[in-house]
């Protein structure tokens, strides 16, 4: 609703740019089955906390959604245009993974070489999902690149168990 939207509900906001950019014909592709999971928390008049959880389809399996290309996405569009669009999307992931990571004191320089041992992103998982993980699953400083590999294809798992598929990404390609 417009209340929403004007209330900055992020969830709406997402709903209301899928449905602009189908009616708009934009010339990217809109990923099939895309879906958040929405926790709400609501204070009970007895006092306790009531939790639950939903998940909420953004594009769901709707192969009506633009495409042009079997394999290209936005990403993709984005590493074929000029340098200064990917330095603009480094800094703002950079920013987004200092944000998050500032709880656990980290301050990431060059995402593209401090997430190869996998650890960051590890770090970056359970602070985005909630859990904690114990040091023993993983190799916090990893010697080799056996250790460093183990790291990514603990992470990746993480993010398969997140929801988030992996399509054309593996662990030993992001491992140097």
């Not at 592709?29 to 006092?47: F, L």
């Not at 633009?66 to 590493?79: A, E, M, R």
Request: overall charge negative.
């Amino acid at each position: 609703s417009v209340e929403e939207i004007h209330k900055k509900n992020p969830l709406v906001t997402i709903h209301l740019l899928v449905a602009l950019a189908k009616f708009f014909n934009i010339p990217q592709t809109i990923p099939n089955n895309v879906s958040v999971q929405v926790s709400v928390i609501k204070m009970s008049p007895d006092g306790t906390f009531e939790y639950s959880t939903t998940r909420e389809e953004i594009t769901g399996g709707d192969t009506t959604a633009v495409s042009h290309g079997p394999t290209k996405d936005v990403f993709d569009q984005l590493f074929n245009e000029r340098n200064d669009k990917i330095d603009v999307v480094r800094k703002s992931l950079t920013f987004f993974v200092n944000k998050k990571l500032s709880i656990m004191q980290v301050d990431v320089k060059n995402i593209e070489t401090e997430f190869q041992s996998g650890v960051y992103l590890i770090y970056l998982m359970s602070i985005l999902e909630g859990y904690f993980i114990p040091l023993g699953l993983y190799h916090e400083t990893p010697l080799n690149f056996d250790q460093k590999l183990e790291n990514m294809y603990f992470a990746f798992k993480l993010i398969e168990e997140a929801g988030i598929p992996l399509k054309r990404t593996r662990a030993d390609e992001v491992v140097p």
